[in-house]
């Protein structure tokens, strides 16, 4: 059974930074994709950004090009999010996701972006 665990969210002023860890119990490159999305108060969850296995290939939501890096460290099985120049609109809870044959998801971290 895959597990994936999220630390590093908390409450940060607006232009701060923040970086998120998703540690996987199997190997980062056993998955296909693995990704951050995040959840905001009545909104739908939405993707962040993503990483492929296969060549590292990165994606990112509009609104977090430039702010946000996604990177990953294989030895200790972890995906991160550097997130800089935060908005109080970056407030959600974000999710770690894992795609091989089906989604693997984490339990989410809060992030809280004040004005």
């Known amino acids: 059974q895959v597990q994936l665990v999220e630390s590093g969210g908390g409450l940060v002023q607006a232009g701060g930074s923040l970086t998120l860890s998703c540690a996987a119990s199997?190997?980062?490159?056993?998955?296909?994709?693995m990704g951050w999305y995040r959840q905001a108060p009545g909104k739908q969850r939405e993707l962040v950004a993503t990483?492929?296995?296969?060549?590292?290939?990165?994606k990112y939501a509009d609104s977090v090009k430039g702010r946000f890096t996604i990177a990953r460290d294989s030895a200790k099985n972890t995906v991160y999010l550097q997130m800089n120049s935060l908005k109080p609109e970056d407030t959600a809870v974000y999710y770690c996701?894992?795609?091989?044959?089906?989604?693997?998801w984490g339990q989410g971290t809060q992030v809280t972006v004040s004005s």
């Open positions: 996701k894992a795609l091989r044959y089906r989604e693997y």
């Open positions: 199997a190997s980062i490159f056993s998955f296909d994709v």
């Open positions: 990483i492929r296995s296969d060549g590292g290939s990165k």
